[in-house]
């Protein structure tokens, strides 16, 4: 299986991008693993929400195969603790998918067509994360997954 992590944007912050760089590295040793970056909407000043997410999430429809399993990370989503988001990872291998694919939205979150294709949502939790931070907790949970189903002692329960 393969795991793709699609983001609308581009991360500013030098500091936060090394540790995404980081975690993204780490879990190459684990499981084949992208993280693409969707560049921003041009002339969003100009846009309402709803053209923006609509723009949006025709960028992210564009990148997707019909066989990708697709995950939203949405406020709304289906919240894990550490432990239990690795028993999602490893029912999810274990179904024989090819590509799990995670996206994170736009400030205004994803368009309708976007969530008629999903296949589920989750939360990281209840609390409102930039979208810069939700790309570091992101891939540093999916690492932590591994680790634990791997019994390494990166997680101390």
Do not use: C, W
């Amino acid at each position: 299986m393969k795991i793709t992590l699609l983001a609308i944007g581009k991360t500013d912050n030098r500091d936060l991008q090394a540790l995404i760089d980081e975690y993204v590295k780490r879990l190459s040793h684990y499981i084949s693993f992208s993280f693409e970056i969707i560049p921003d909407a041009k002339n969003t000043k100009n846009l309402s929400e709803t053209q923006q997410k609509q723009l949006e999430g025709a960028e992210i429809l564009k990148r997707l195969q019909n066989s990708d399993h697709l995950i939203l990370l949405d406020e709304n989503g289906k919240q894990y603790d550490s432990v239990g988001f690795s028993a999602f990872l490893q029912k999810q291998m274990n179904s024989g998918l090819k590509n799990l694919v995670f996206v994170i939205g736009g400030p205004y979150g994803f368009s309708e067509e976007v969530y008629s294709r999903a296949n589920g949502k989750l939360s990281l939790s209840k609390m409102t994360f930039s979208h810069q931070m939700v790309r570091l907790f992101f891939v540093e949970q999916l690492y932590r997954g591994f680790t634990i189903l791997r019994n390494e002692p990166y997680h101390h329960r």
